[in-house]
T-cell receptor, first 115, second 110 residues
Framework: DAGVIQSPRHEVTEMGQEVTLRCKPI?????LFWYRQTMMRGLELLIYFNNNVPIDDSGMPEDRFSAKMPNASFSTLKIQPSEPRDSAVYFC?????????????FGPGTRLTVL | DQQVKQNSPSLSVQEGRISILNCDYTNSMFDYFLWYKKYPAEGPTFLIS?????DKNEDGRFTVFLNKSAKHLSLHIVPSQPGDSAVYFC?????????FGAGTRLTVKP
């Protein structure tokens, strides 16, 4: 298995532009998570899906952020319009439902720079 | 609201010695705790976990200890190796809701 795949690996854009980050979870996993990593706040959970349904989006910073999961093998995180403070590394992770806790498997991340 | 805290942003130890990374949490509902390791330009990778019904879990050089009454978690690495140099994230979860600490950067000096 190729693991969690994220694209692009790096994105540089100008303030005000739309940014779309993509994620392909591990096949067979039914939970998908989007995280943001910054120096100040570490790893923050933005949103997670279970069986393609958004379960908790309380971590989404504001309405400029939106996430979708149209099917079990693909998810997007969109920022529109982007701002310099959105610059961070965005990770996608997936896991399979299992009682007693879940190990999440992370993708390599997308480093976003908003100028 | 930081439910999981790693108060030491960095730790430096000598090769062969023990590394102890600490983590505190506030939510008593957490029932599963994990440590992740992260190298630069890579995503975090799972290292070791422990269920709330246990107080210790060991895997080779890595041991995780859980003190529920103190809401404290620690990771022991012994002996430490230069390849262990990375950022270590503590995580706690309940019902698929996982919260991470800010991370501790471990440097193991040869």
């Amino acid at each position: 298995d190729a693991g969690v795949i994220q694209s692009p690996r790096h994105e540089v854009t100008e303030m005000g532009q739309e940014v779309t980050l993509r994620c392909k979870p591990i096949s067979g996993h039914n939970s998908l998570f989007w995280y943001r990593q910054t120096m100040m706040r570490g790893l923050e959970l933005l949103i997670y899906f279970n069986n393609n349904v958004p379960i908790d989006d309380s971590g989404m910073p504001e309405d400029r952020f939106s996430a979708k999961m149209p099917n079990a093998s693909f998810s997007t995180l969109k920022i529109q319009p982007s701002e310099p403070r959105d610059s961070a590394v965005y990770f996608c992770a997936s896991s399979s439902d299992r009682k007693g806790g879940d190990t999440q498997y992370f993708g390599p991340g997308t480093r976003l720079t908003v100028l | 609201d930081q439910q999981v805290k790693q108060n030491s942003p960095s730790l430096s130890v000598q090769e062969g010695r023990i590394s102890i990374l600490n983590c505190d949490y506030t939510n008593s509902m957490f029932d599963y705790f994990l440590w992740y390791k992260k190298y630069p330009a890579e995503g975090p990778t799972f290292l070791i976990s422990i269920s709330s019904i246990k107080d210790k879990n060991e895997d080779g050089r890595f041991t995780v200890f859980l003190n529920k009454s103190a809401k404290h978690l620690s990771l022991h690495i012994v002996p430490s190796q230069p390849g262990d140099s990375a950022v270590y994230f503590c995580a706690a979860s309940v019902n698929n809701d996982m919260r991470f600490g800010a991370g501790t950067r471990l440097t193991v000096k040869p």
